[in-house]
């Protein structure tokens, strides 16, 4: 396409070194290049540094088919993004929502929950301030319903979402259309655009719906004489078109415009040249080579996500293990602190039992002395026996003491048959755990790799192919086919449009509608019948009248 080596320039600076005569200095993508040259005939502004814009001067008319190079098509989609943010193609407020989403998808990749939190897109320009003016939202509801969308984006790559942001933008009124201020026969003020269809009449009003058009098939000849232009209709029988520029220097730029739109089109309807053909399949090539890289990067993620679940699931079985065995040893060392306890006790009750019978023994001892002592005199006795008596009830009682220690005793040894033996069990459950077979790691079995992708065969300098008619049956069905898969994708994305203007029509501000915000809503109540794509279409020949505007 026309235009092709600024299509290949990031950005430009230049700095003025003498009068009319420029250091130029280009950055691209692969090296620098600065060379000196003189700008003639050209208002140049007289501030430093001067910047130059290269911009494509062609619009394609199908994105997808005609952008080959994938820098070509980044910087294409660039340019038609600023365009678009800065109100030059008007967009209707939920296109604009869901461009913004293929736009944050190529600049970010895939949506991650963990990384893009709520605030990510608080610093970029999205949507057109008029976009922004017409409703009651905050940017944090903005960028919701982006995000809602960016997230149904996943798996796609950079230049697959910058390719949907074309098709979507082509589709658009003002999409390529150059605007010229002109005036017919009469005087009456009109605008004149020239895109890759053809040449449309506007109102000055209304910049969406051209009041008529001419396809470049249908135009004979286009010239001009000082100021005055002319269009020849290639059925003799509609009249001549005549308008008046402004500046003669308008209308040599209306006639490039012309001849490059009217060259481009007549050749995008013949066959491609073997250059072109080239090209296209270096660029199949190149794009099936890519998917493979993406598809096997996508096999290596995956692969590397489910190891690390894989690593994740051991550590939490190692963490859970380790927690038991801590609860184990807890439990193990209570044990041990309460068979300790209780030997001890054992241990004391058992001392003590002995020095009872001990006492016992010696008061037994004291009432066999009492009793072998005579007493003679009757008082004596009856004292002995007073003391006996008290001895025998003294006795009896240390007795009962010493066989209730002895029970005491008895209990506390079983006790600490107990312990030990819940001691032994709970040794024997950490030795359970601690011996228990470690779990093995999951080795997923990678996906088959998708089938090889034909490739194009070039001998010499020519390129051939042989289609014979079942491939053309083939072909035709894949045709059909995604012919389907289109118009299914299509009306699925007319109904998220739908469902987003639906939402955030509630919001909209009435008072802040721009003219072309009217005209657009006119024109959708219409069913989109205005459109220029539905202007060319319409038959010219009906009538044959002569055209008056």
């Not at 026309?2 to 299509?7: E, H, N, V, Y």
């Not at 109102?203 to 470049?216: A, G, V, Y």
């Not at 598809?295 to 051991?314: I, P, S």
């Not at 209730?404 to 032994?424: P, S």
Request: proline share 4%.
């Amino acid at each position: 396409m026309a235009g092709a080596i600024a299509s290949r320039m990031s950005f430009s600076s230049l700095k003025r070194k003498q009068p009319k005569t420029f250091t130029v200095r280009i950055v691209t993508m692969d090296a620098e290049m600065e060379f000196n040259c003189e700008v003639l005939d050209h208002d140049v502004s007289k501030e430093e540094p001067v910047t130059f814009h290269f911009l494509a001067k062609f619009y394609p008319e199908n994105a997808e088919e005609e952008l080959v190079q994938e820098i070509t098509q980044h910087l294409f989609f660039l340019q038609v993004k600023k365009q678009i943010l800065d109100e030059k193609i008007y967009c209707p407020p939920e296109a604009s929502v869901l461009l913004a989403s293929y736009a944050v998808q190529a600049k970010y990749g895939d949506y991650d929950p963990s990384v893009h939190k709520r605030g990510f897109l608080a610093q970029e320009e999205l949507l057109p301030k008029r976009v922004i003016n017409l409703y009651q939202m905050t940017p944090e509801m903005w960028e919701e319903r982006i995000t809602a969308w960016y997230a149904e984006h996943r798996g796609r790559a950079r230049d697959e979402a910058e390719m949907e942001y074309l098709k979507i933008a082509q589709d658009l009124e003002m999409y390529g259309v150059n605007y010229f201020a002109i005036r017919n026969k009469k005087g009456t003020e009109l605008l004149l655009g020239v895109d890759a269809l053809g040449l449309h009449i506007y109102d000055p009003e209304n910049r969406l719906t051209p009041k008529i058009s001419f396809p470049w098939n249908e135009i004979r000849n286009i010239s001009y004489s000082d100021k005055e232009f002319t269009i020849k209709p290639l059925d003799k029988k509609i009249d001549v078109f005549k308008f008046n520029s402004s500046k003669l220097r308008v209308n040599k730029l209306i006639l490039q415009l012309c001849i490059g739109n009217h060259d481009l089109f007549m050749r995008r309807r013949k066959a491609d040249s073997l250059e072109v053909q080239q090209m296209k399949a270096q660029a199949r090539e190149e794009k099936a080579r890519k998917q493979m890289e993406r598809q096997r990067l996508a096999r290596e993620k995956q692969m590397r996500e489910e190891a690390e679940r894989t690593r994740d699931e051991l550590e939490r079985r190692l963490l859970q293990m380790k927690e038991e065995a801590t609860m184990a040893n807890e439990a193990l060392m209570r044990s041990e602190e309460t068979a300790d306890l209780l030997a001890e006790k054992a241990q004391i009750t058992e001392e003590e039992a002995k020095l009872l019978a001990q006492k016992a023994a010696e008061a037994e001892q004291e009432m066999q002395r009492i009793k072998a002592t005579a007493i003679r005199t009757e008082e004596e006795k009856r004292l002995m026996e007073q003391k006996v008596l008290e001895a025998e009830v003294l006795a009896l009682k240390m007795a009962e003491e010493s066989e209730r220690r002895a029970k005491e005793a008895d209990q506390l040894k079983q006790d600490l048959q107990e312990a030990r033996e819940a001691e032994r069990r709970a040794k024997q459950k950490l030795l359970e755990i601690t011996t228990k077979p470690t779990y093995p790691p999951m080795n997923p079995i990678p996906a088959p790799l998708p089938p090889d992708i034909s490739s194009f065969n070039l001998i010499g300098d020519s390129l051939s192919f042989d289609f014979k008619d079942t491939d053309m049956k083939r072909l035709s069905m894949e045709i059909e086919k995604e012919k389907v898969e289109y118009m299914e994708k299509s009306k699925h994305l007319q109904e998220q449009l739908n469902e987003l203007k639906t939402e955030i029509e509630a919001l909209k501000l009435k008072e802040r509608e721009t003219a072309l915000d009217i005209l657009h809503n006119e024109n959708s109540d219409r069913g989109g019948t205005s459109s220029k794509h539905n202007t060319i279409k319409k038959p010219q020949a009906q009538g044959r009248r002569p055209i008056c505007i």
